[in-house]
């Protein structure tokens, strides 16, 4: 592969250019198959959409390492858009950040986000953080940049000080994590867009800022062309699929236990043809009949 043609080096490149990146949120390789098909530029592997999804948990911290490496590795398999991976605390100490590093770069990350939080954290919407002091976490990101086997790779810090400390306190962590060598900053949970335009301020020039979508969180949901208005390179919308697969999974249930049939429900479903041509199935029983 060309070392300016890879998933990392086009992540970097769409950072860097004019027009906001939009990276959906994905939680495993079909996931991210449907958001590459539908022509985004990256995908954003959720931490806590594999949470909700492998467990039918919160996401209070209870995905592990291992689990996380696993699920970027079926992804890559299957894709080859940018991946931006949730790498929640890095999962333990400056060491353990530098294991998790090297792991999902392997598996194939793209761009890897650590977190000030103590464990065991929690969504950056949700109340009753705690945090690491910033000192603990600049080294953390120090780590992480000396970890990477590629220069490429994307480390984005993202600071959840401002629920706790307050913002003056979380733009001054997040100083310190650019310091650091983080190459995206990442403000969590900004209340609303006069708090925004003064994170922006702050970093305008010095860095790219990352924009947290999340509905009905503590940031206001605004569209893509206002948060590049604004000054931000890089928006996620990390749990949106989930909650539209499951809004659509709840109206299916019951529709099939009022009914016993699916009929009623054909016009909101791929029928068989069409999921066997989203997976490709045609492609893999040509690819096996070289072997018979």
């Excluded at 939080?117 to 940049?145: D, F, N, W, Y």
């Amino acid at each position: 592969m060309n070392p300016t043609d890879t998933p990392a080096a086009r992540l970097r490149a769409a950072i860097a250019a004019p027009q906001i990146l939009v990276a959906p949120g994905c939680y495993d390789a079909l996931s991210a198959n449907l958001i590459e098909r539908a022509g985004f530029a990256a995908a954003y592997l959720s931490g806590a959409s594999i949470a909700y999804t492998r467990f039918g948990r919160p996401d209070i911290g209870l995905v592990g390492m291992s689990e996380v490496a696993e699920t970027v590795s079926q992804i890559r398999e299957r894709v080859e858009l940018p991946l931006i991976v949730d790498g929640d605390t890095g999962f333990g100490n400056a060491l353990n950040v530098q294991r998790t590093v090297r792991l999902f770069e392997r598996c194939g990350a793209s761009a890897i986000q650590l977190e000030d939080q103590q464990m065991p954290k929690r969504c950056g919407h949700l109340s009753g953080k705690t945090l690491v002091s910033a000192k603990e976490m600049a080294g953390k990101i120090r780590a992480a940049c000396d970890a990477r086997a590629l220069a490429d790779t994307v480390i984005i810090g993202r600071t959840d000080a401002l629920a706790v400390e307050g913002i003056d306190a979380a733009l001054d962590r997040a100083g310190h994590y650019l310091e650091a060598g983080a190459d995206v900053l990442f403000v969590e949970a900004l209340p609303d867009v006069a708090a925004m335009q003064t994170a922006l301020a702050r970093f305008r020039g010095r860095a790219p800022l990352l924009a947290n979508m999340v509905e009905g969180g503590k940031s206001p949901l605004l569209p893509a062309a206002e948060l590049e208005k604004l000054g931000f390179s890089l928006a996620i919308f990390p749990g949106a699929m989930v909650r539209v697969q499951t809004f659509a999974a709840q109206r299916y249930l019951e529709t099939l236990r009022r009914d016993g049939t699916t009929s009623a429900m054909l016009g909101e479903m791929l029928d068989f043809a069409a999921l066997n041509e989203l997976l490709g199935t045609a492609a893999w029983l040509e690819r096996g009949k070289k072997y018979e």
